[in-house]
């Protein structure tokens, strides 16, 4: 762990993971507690192995992102199949109809740093 | 002819999906929404979250407020339509209001089903329906529960965690085999007495209103049974009688195409009042959700999106269920999967023809299904063994 940035004060991130840590088409959570956000932030591996973070929470109800399916640019929900685009946080498809938040991570010599409250 | 008009009766899923759908895909024209609610909520809940008094209505609308005047959506709350006037493109308010549309969309849904068993009877289908249904559900009511598929189980959930006392009737034992296969619905039956709720396998002949309640009479016994309040949850039936009237083709539903367009080439029907020509009504969220699309597309002259195997949701006593495609008895053509061991979640089991993955249940293993789904829509070749191994990443299945 390199730090707490809250909302994003730190310019070099915080460190959350290993990229062996995700596997492709998974997630992992990142408590709150570690980010400074009120939500867990969900960090997410496309199908090309690319990161990407978005608040934890369903915005449609309390299922966790982080335990979703990633395919195709969007993670689906793992409750009721709401979609949300990885890189923008809007919904894609209903039940869910308020947008999540994105978070900018980048991955350095195979460590992914997170940097809350700042846009991808 | 380009389409410049469209009204959608019915405030369901499949209404907005409708309307959802148009506008995603570049429908420049005017839209109208007639909503027998004032605003659009989400149905799943109200068996739920919201009968357990956990979520009011304004946390279930299945559009945020604004987003209806965003969209340049004319959403006219509150107003039930009367009369369907095909030929002319119009559709009669209550109010005397007539709306004229180049296309019109009946997504009407369905009422449940109230069989003449003689007494004041509650069922579950919209908001008012849960409403007067939660009053009753204190501790140590006696409800009586007729049904015991997707709704009557989560209504026996819900209750329980209200404290009241239950019991459920239904003549199939166990319910919902069909759906889920005898063994995971054996289990998922026992779950309502692990949980306090006891079960019989009968029917009601008759109900009696009583100073203190209902008397039930069960078929087989030879005294009726006392209880505060009974639920029907035996079904619904489409809602067709605007169709009806309007001459349109109806049979068991309003009949559609594949586009979701009526026998009237300028009405479109779609969710719970729809069916397709010779084909089973399915009355999940999803295939809700899905007419509108479809019927979106047609109204926008564009291809619809690739069919996908029909998939459900429920949950009950704290399990989420989950359901994808057909789930089959093992026959000389079908094996069943099991990835997991029965009774202990996370589950799933699969139903196989040859190589190819036909149906799936999980409990507590959403992913399986989406898996599941996937390898059904594509088409790919799996072998059991590697389905059943709890080890093997069902997502790297997918990609062989």
């Known amino acids: ?120 | 002819m380009t389409v410049s008009s469209v009204v959608v009766v019915g405030g369901g899923i499949a209404g907005v999906s409708t309307v959802a759908e148009l506008r995603k895909n570049g429908y420049a024209g005017e839209l109208t929404l007639v909503s027998v609610d004032p605003f659009p909520y989400d149905r799943p809940p109200l068996s739920k979250e919201y009968l357990a008094g956990g979520r009011d209505l304004d946390s279930i609308a299945l559009q945020a407020p604004g987003w209806y005047a965003e969209q340049r959506i004319s959403l006219i709350g509150g107003a039930v339509a009367v009369d369907v006037r095909a030929d002319a493109g119009e559709v009669e308010l209550a109010d005397g209001r007539v709306l004229t549309a180049d296309r019109i969309v009946l997504a009407t849904g369905g009422r449940a089903i109230r069989p003449a068993l003689g007494s004041p009877s509650h069922v579950l289908r919209d908001v008012a329906d849960a409403d007067r249904l939660r009053t009753q559900l204190v501790p140590r009511a006696r409800l009586l529960i007729v049904g015991g598929g997707l709704i009557g189980a989560e209504v026996a959930s819900t209750a329980r965690g209200l404290g009241a006392e239950v019991m459920l009737v239904d003549p199939l034992s166990p319910p919902l085999a069909a759906a889920v296969g005898i063994e995971v619905a054996t289990w998922l039956h026992a779950l309502h007495a692990d949980h306090g709720v006891e079960t019989l396998t009968t029917t009601v002949e008759t109900l009696l209103e009583t100073p203190t309640g209902v008397a039930a009479q069960l078929k087989g016994e030879p005294d009726s049974r006392e209880f505060d309040a009974v639920l029907l949850a035996v079904g619904l039936v489409p809602e067709t009688a605007l169709a009806e009237a309007a001459g349109l083709e109806t049979s068991r539903g309003i009949l559609v195409d594949a586009g979701q367009v009526t026998s009237h080439p300028a009405v479109l029907a779609v969710g719970d009042c729809a069916r397709l020509r010779d084909h089973h009504r399915p009355e999940h969220w999803e295939a809700a959700q899905v007419d509108g699309a479809r019927a979106a597309a047609t109204i926008l002259g564009v291809a619809p999106a690739p069919d996908t195997a029909p998939w459900w949701w429920s949950d009950r006593y704290g399990l989420h269920v989950e359901g994808v495609g057909e789930m089959r008895s093992p026959d000389a053509q079908h094996q069943t999967v099991v990835r997991g061991v029965v009774g202990e979640p996370p589950f799933a089991v699969f139903t196989l023809r040859g190589e190819r993955v036909i149906g799936a249940v999980a409990v507590d293993d959403p992913n399986a299904v989406r898996a599941a789904r996937r390898m059904i829509d594509r088409g790919v070749d799996v072998r059991a063994s590697d389905l059943a191994d709890p080890t093997q990443n069902l997502r790297s299945l997918l990609r062989r």
């Open chain 1, 1 to 120: 762990m390199t730090g707490n940035s809250g909302n994003g004060g730190n310019s070099s991130g915080i460190r959350v993971a290993s990229l062996d840590d995700i596997p492709e088409g998974e997630g992992i959570a990142i408590s709150s507690k570690i980010t400074g956000t009120e939500d867990d932030i969900a960090i997410l591996r496309d199908d090309d192995g690319t990161c990407w973070a978005l608040n934890d929470t369903c915005t449609h109800e309390t299922a966790s992102l982080a335990e979703g399916w990633v395919e195709d640019g969007d993670v689906e929900c793992p409750l009721h199949s709401s979609r949300f685009n990885l890189k923008t946080g809007k919904v894609d498809g209903l039940p869910a109809t308020r947008d999540t938040v994105p978070h900018r991570v980048e991955v350095r010599d195979g460590e992914i740093y997170l940097f809350p409250g700042e846009r991808p």
